[in-house]
């Protein structure tokens, strides 16, 4: 199991910036991926932000020039930074890790997700 801790999240104005944090502890196993993902009241869960092991990223076309993900793998930590933000960034954010055991099996763990209000 990989437990995942989340901080960062909280109430901004529009224009503003927030940085959230996650950091995963509690197993062995290799995690590949590390992203953030949000779902607004109404809307199915998307995918904002993902980095590899090796530092690739992928960014929501939404929240490209105003997001910046990075990753700390010695401490499996992943952070988002958001500048820019706009109400229609306001959702919860999940932090999620994609991982494999040992034996190569993957596995995917979710965090608790965290509040992100942006609104004047």
């Known amino acids: 199991q990989v437990q995942l801790v989340e901080s960062g999240g909280g109430l901004v104005q529009p224009g503003g910036s927030l940085r959230l944090s996650c950091a995963a502890s509690?197993?062995?196993?290799?995690?590949?991926?590390m992203a953030w993902y949000r779902q607004a009241p109404g809307k199915q869960r998307e995918l904002v932000a993902a980095?590899?092991?090796?530092?690739?990223?992928n960014l929501a076309d939404s929240v490209k020039g105003r997001f910046t993900i990075s990753r700390d793998n010695a401490k499996n930590t992943v952070s988002l930074q958001m500048n820019s933000l706009k109400p229609e960034d306001t959702a919860v954010y999940y932090c999620?890790?994609?991982?494999?055991?040992?034996?190569?099996?993957?596995?995917?763990?979710w965090g608790q997700g965290t509040q992100v209000t942006v609104s004047s």
């Open positions: 509690g197993s062995a196993a290799s995690i590949h991926v």
């Open positions: 980095i590899t092991s090796g530092g690739s990223t």
């Open positions: 999620n890790a994609e991982a494999s055991t040992d034996w190569g099996q993957p596995f995917s763990s």
